[in-house]
């Protein structure tokens, strides 16, 4: 049975800063890997989706690297600002998809 | 091109009635996922509905059911309605099946049982 898990749970960091997010699952035989980003009371935004072939995907100031073998993501966030403050999570697909607890990250000005 | 579209946003309503939420999925996608959220449990699996079968079910009662209609918009339905429903529903719209596809979500209706 596949789990995912997020850490760490919580990240409070100044403006400025360049982040690291970790996302580990159980079972390396994935399809791909999908990062969202959801606001207090809103849906989920993707982000970005790596492809079980892929090593990394980027998308502006964000860059997601995947590791199969380790069962491990990373979600990486340059020069991060307040407006990057929000829950990240990570999920693999199966019959459905199955997520992390997420990153609950602020960044303060 | 328009994203998922999920109505109502809010909802209030008393314990034992029933509860009908919609989703419009994106334009050619033909799977709908529905997922219920709350701080607890955090992301739950519903249903996934595709080409309107339900292809796939998680773990809830009898309660909450689902359906799609042939231009992909899906609704569920949650009848006799417990405190315990409170939550965030959430649809997530995809052109295939899970797992080989990208899930696509809307921005949710929040259901209050009181």
């Known amino acids: 049975k596949q789990e995912v898990t997020q850490i760490p749970a919580a990240l409070s960091v100044p403006e400025g800063e360049n982040l690291v997010l970790n996302c580990s699952f159980t079972?390396?035989?994935?399809?791909?890997l999908q990062w969202f980003r959801q606001d207090p009371g809103k849906g989920l935004t993707s982000l970005l989706l790596?492809?079980?072939?892929?090593r990394e995907q980027t998308s502006g100031r964000l860059n997601a690297s995947l590791d199969k073998s380790s069962g491990r993501s990373t979600l990486y966030i340059a020069a991060s600002q307040p407006g990057d403050s929000a829950t990240y999570l990570c999920?693999?697909?199966?019959?459905?998809?199955?997520f992390g607890t997420g990153t609950r990250l602020q960044v303060f000005p | 091109k328009a994203g998922v579209t999920q109505t109502p946003r809010y909802l209030i309503k008393t314990r034992g009635q029933q509860v009908t939420l919609s989703c419009s999925p994106i334009s050619g996608h033909r799977s709908v996922s529905w997922y219920q959220q709350t701080p607890g449990q955090g992301l739950q699996f519903l249903f996934e509905y595709f080409s309107e079968t339900q292809r796939n079910k998680g773990n809830f009662p009898g309660r909450f059911s689902g359906r799609q209609f042939s231009n992909s918009r899906s609704e569920m339905n949650v009848s006799t309605l417990e405190l315990g429903d409170s939550a965030l529903y959430l649809c997530?719209?995809?052109?295939?099946?899970?797992?080989?596809?990208?899930?696509?979500f809307g921005q949710g209706t929040r259901l209050t049982v009181v």
């Open positions: 079972d390396s035989a994935i399809y791909n």
């Open positions: 997530a719209s995809s052109l295939e099946s899970p797992p080989n596809t990208e899930a696509f």
């Open positions: 999920a693999v697909p199966a019959d459905k998809l199955i």
């Open positions: 790596i492809q079980s072939s892929q």
